[in-house]
């Protein structure tokens, strides 16, 4: 499975991205889906998941609120919505795959990771 993340950018707080990430292979609307990022100097935090039909998500907390995650199986794609953006979310966006059939929140959990997208927020 390949991953590629784009529509990252620069905004300023408050502002709003919508993050897209396209997966090849037709097994897609199989997997769980999860978007982690990753700022300079720290761990990779998850971000948020949906289930392959996107029925149920799941937020971290940082987020939950402001972010909403989406799919679209037949395209192959799954979204992040950003609003209300913070300097605090400044990094770099990544998608990710999870085989398994129960969600999680773990990276190590994932087997595919796209190479991600920076997102930006001014203050």
């Known amino acids: 499975v390949q991953l590629q993340a784009f529509w990252g950018g620069m905004v300023q707080a408050g502002g709003s991205l919508r993050l897209s990430c396209a997966a090849s292979g037709s097994a897609f609307g199989r997997y769980i889906m999860g978007w982690f990022r990753q700022a300079p100097g720290k761990e990779r935090e998850f971000v948020g998941c949906i289930n392959w039909g996107g029925s149920i998500t799941e937020y971290a907390a940082s987020v939950e609120g402001r972010f909403t995650i989406s799919r679209d199986n037949a395209k192959n794609t799954v979204s992040l919505q950003m609003n209300s953006l913070k300097p605090e979310d400044t990094a770099v966006y990544l998608c990710?795959?999870?085989?398994?059939?129960?969600?999680?929140?773990?990276?190590?959990?994932?087997?595919?990771w796209g190479q991600g997208t920076l997102v930006t927020v001014s203050s």
């Open positions: 990710a795959v999870d085989e398994s059939l129960i969600m999680g929140r773990r990276p190590e959990r994932y087997k595919y």
